[in-house]
């Protein structure tokens, strides 16, 4: 399947599993991760891109990319799973 085919350009979101995913989740998030784990970022862009992750985790999962793909970066990896639990216990 081509990109297109899952979302066409004159489409901006599509519902995944009942959830509402936006053109560019998946990028922006590897965007985010990036930023989030540069060391040499300031506090700032690292608080704003790990609300950005923790946001995106219900459409990434909704599109099942954890069910492929595994965080490899153990801090990340944490911030993700206390996520996911304390969505658990809500």
């Known amino acids: 399947m081509r990109s297109d085919q899952l979302l066409p350009d004159h489409m901006n979101a599509c519902d995944f599993n009942g959830v509402t ?5 998946v990028g922006a998030f590897l965007i985010n ?10 506090d ?4 704003d891109a790990a609300f950005d992750i923790v946001a995106a985790v219900p459409a990434l999962r909704a599109l099942g990319l954890f069910d492929v ?3 490899r ?3 990340l990896r944490a911030l993700m799973d206390e996520h996911l639990a304390n969505e658990v216990r809500a």
């Open 33 to 42: 991760a990036r930023v989030w784990a540069d060391r040499n970022a300031d």
């Open 69 to 71: 793909f595994e965080i």
């Open 44 to 47: 700032a862009a690292r608080a």
């Open 73 to 75: 970066d153990p801090a």
């Open 21 to 25: 995913v936006r053109k560019g989740t």
